[in-house]
């Protein structure tokens, strides 16, 4: 039963005081819970599931060859749509090996029997990974309903890693050694956001602790006072997170998952892969597999 209890909700809110949020006024980041009830239990997903920089562990979590195949709905405005696409040329460009692409994103086929549904709703959102064999519509939320937006570089990025299968940057199992969790600063109810997953379950693809990560929290995430909820531990002065775009750690990140660049071998028996997958195969089918990020927005200088 220990799935059981493991569940996660992870859900990253952003207050405006990320780089990439142009913002006028700086203030506590508002509390999920006074957004309507978006953070519900169908925003979960499992803590077996989890691997990255934070990668999926299971192989059968990477999308065959790179190629995510996408269908952009008409819920998306034109303009964002454009921006949504950059941000995806970007990725392409950045994770590319000796000029050879490694990730792809394309608009599906008739062919393509698993793709991305990339919608706006509620919230930032995304399926993790690829999830072989699943029955279910992957979705891509982005929200535009000003004063919130998801329509953002770094944040279409993030959520697109969520896509790859990439997790927070701050589950990684090393964490503490990195960050300390200020758990008296944390809005009461939502510190399983702040869960650390085990070595079992994540795989660090051989590279470092990345504060900079665009897969970050941001060091006043769910904080109920205005004090931070997580520090750096070594380079203090380190701005945790940020939404600009991938870090150098997140593009050598996704090539190594994709296996474009070679990772050191991880050592996960084939034995704890099969005990893996059976959780997340029953956990699927009772609740699903998303990663919900929410953003808050008080200006617009773009
Ligand atoms: C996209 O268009 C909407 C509606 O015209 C506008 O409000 C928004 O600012 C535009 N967004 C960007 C990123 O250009
Ligand atoms: C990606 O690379 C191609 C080919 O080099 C280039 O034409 C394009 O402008 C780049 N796009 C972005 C968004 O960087
Ligand atoms: C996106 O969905 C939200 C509700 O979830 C709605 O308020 C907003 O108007 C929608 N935006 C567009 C561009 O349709
Ligand atoms: C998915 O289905 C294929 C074909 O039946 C099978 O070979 C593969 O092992 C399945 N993957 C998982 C994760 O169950
Ligand atoms: C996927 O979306 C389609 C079309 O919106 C819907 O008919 C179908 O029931 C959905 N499937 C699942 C498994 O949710
Ligand atoms: C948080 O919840 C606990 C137990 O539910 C309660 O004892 C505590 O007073 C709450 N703290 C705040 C700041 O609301
Ligand atoms: C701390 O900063 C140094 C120098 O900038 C850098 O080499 C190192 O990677 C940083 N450590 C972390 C954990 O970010």
Known sequence: MKWLVAFIILTTFYPNSLDAVPTVEKKHPVNPEQMGGHYQGDMVFPEDAATKGAASRPTWQHWPSGVIPYDMTSSILSNHSALILDA?????NLTKVNDRMCIQFRPKTNTDPIF???????????????LQNFTLNRTLTLMYAPPYTCMITGIIQHELLHILGFFHEQSRPDRDDYVSIQWENIINGTEFNFAKYSVDDIDSLGLPYDYGSVM?????????????????????TSTLGQRVGMSSIDIAEVQRYYGCLTAPTSSLSPKLITSISLK?????????????DLVKMNTFNF
């Not at 995806?88 to 392409?92: A, F, I, L, N, V």
């Not at 997340?280 to 919900?292: A, E, P």
């Open 216 to 236: 970050h929290y941001a060091g006043n995430a769910f904080t109920s006072n205005g004090q931070p909820t997580i520090i750096a531990k070594r380079n203090i």
């Open 116 to 130: 991305i549904t990339i919608k706006n709703g509620t919230g930032c959102s995304a399926h993790v990974g690829y």
């Open 88 to 92: 995806m040329r970007r990725m392409e």
């Open 280 to 292: 997340l195969v029953l956990l699927i089918f009772h609740i699903g597999l998303f990663c919900i």
